[in-house]
C-alpha cells in the first residue's frame, strides 16, 4: 500500500490550499479516508475523515473552512482548506486503516500559513 500526499506549501492567513493524497495497492473505495497533522512539538491529530460512501467528519477547529472528498475511480482523496490560520501549520498526513487495524501512512506534506 502506497499515499502519497501534494499540495503543501506557503500561503498567507486567510487564504486556501487543496491537498491530495494518492492511494495504490489497496482497494481504495471500500475504506475511510483520514487526513491527520502534527504541528510542531505537539501530538498528531485526526483533522477530516471520510467514509467510503462520502460521509464526512471533521475536528472542531476546521469545520466550517475544510472540506474533505475523495475520487473512488481515481483513488485519490482531497482536503480543501480555506480561510486558513497559522495555527493550521503543520505537515498533513494521508491515513488509511485497513479492516485488521492496521495503519497505513503517507510521508506527509507541509503546510506552512503565514500571519
Known amino acids: 500500500v502506497q499515499l502519497v500526499e501534494s499540495g503543501g506549501g506557503l500561503v498567507q492567513a486567510g487564504g486556501s490550499l487543496s491537498l491530495s493524497c494518492a492511494a495504490s495497492?489497496?482497494?481504495?473505495?471500500?475504506?475511510?479516508m483520514h487526513w491527520y497533522r502534527q504541528a510542531p512539538g505537539k501530538q498528531r491529530e485526526l483533522v477530516a475523515s471520510?467514509?467510503?460512501?462520502?460521509?464526512?467528519n471533521y475536528v472542531d477547529s476546521v469545520k466550517g473552512r475544510f472540506t474533505i472528498s475523495r475520487d473512488n475511480a481515481k483513488n485519490t482523496v482531497e482536503l480543501q482548506m480555506d480561510s486558513l490560520k497559522p495555527e493550521d501549520t503543520a505537515v498533513y498526513y494521508c491515513?488509511?486503516?485497513?479492516?485488521?487495524?492496521?495503519?497505513?501512512w503517507g510521508k506527509g506534506t507541509l503546510v506552512t500559513v503565514s500571519s
Open positions: 471520510i467514509s467510503a460512501i462520502g460521509g464526512t
Open positions: 495497492g489497496i482497494a481504495f473505495s471500500i475504506f475511510p
Open positions: 491515513n488509511l486503516r485497513d479492516f485488521n487495524a492496521m495503519d497505513y
